[in-house]
């Protein structure tokens, strides 16, 4: 026997479940989209201090020259796939070359966070992120 308060029950549990769904399933989609925009983060600042750190420890070697340093900091960008908007090398404005051994001297890489997301047209974020390193160079 098909009792119709039941089908009625049916029938309501059906429409609480496409309610819950309507509100949830945009909720879900941002928690996911802002997890992956922030592991991209993460990932985007952990490459950009690595490449400084190799272009610290290469500047910091005896007989260091600038354009190797930074054509070596430039393939590791590539190889990346990351578009850096400044990489320096030297202190200040002294460029690295004109820098007597035993002095200071800085490693710097910036990169535009919405050139290097891969969500940046759903979750905008913008400005730049930037890694500095200071050495003495021999």
Do not use: C, W
Not at 31 to 37: F, N, T
Not at 92 to 114: C, H, K, L
Request: negative net charge; proline residues 4%; without cysteine.
């Amino acid at each position: 026997m098909n009792h119709p308060m039941r089908k009625l029950i049916r029938n309501s549990r059906r429409g609480i479940a496409v309610v819950e769904l309507a509100v949830l399933l945009p909720v879900m989609t941002f928690l996911v989209l802002g997890s992956i925009q922030t592991a991209n983060l993460i990932y985007l600042k952990q490459s950009v201090t690595a490449i400084a750190h190799i272009g610290a420890l290469d500047a910091s070697q005896p007989n260091a020259d600038e354009s190797e340093i930074l054509s070596r900091m430039q393939d590791m960008l590539d190889a990346r796939s990351l578009q850096a908007t400044a990489v320096t090398v030297g202190y200040g404005t002294t460029a690295f070359d004109d820098i007597n051994p035993g002095e200071r001297f800085e490693v710097s890489i910036s990169v535009g966070i919405q050139e290097n997301t891969v969500l940046s047209q759903v979750i905008p974020v913008s400005g730049d992120l930037q890694a500095t390193l200071t050495g003495i160079k021999q």
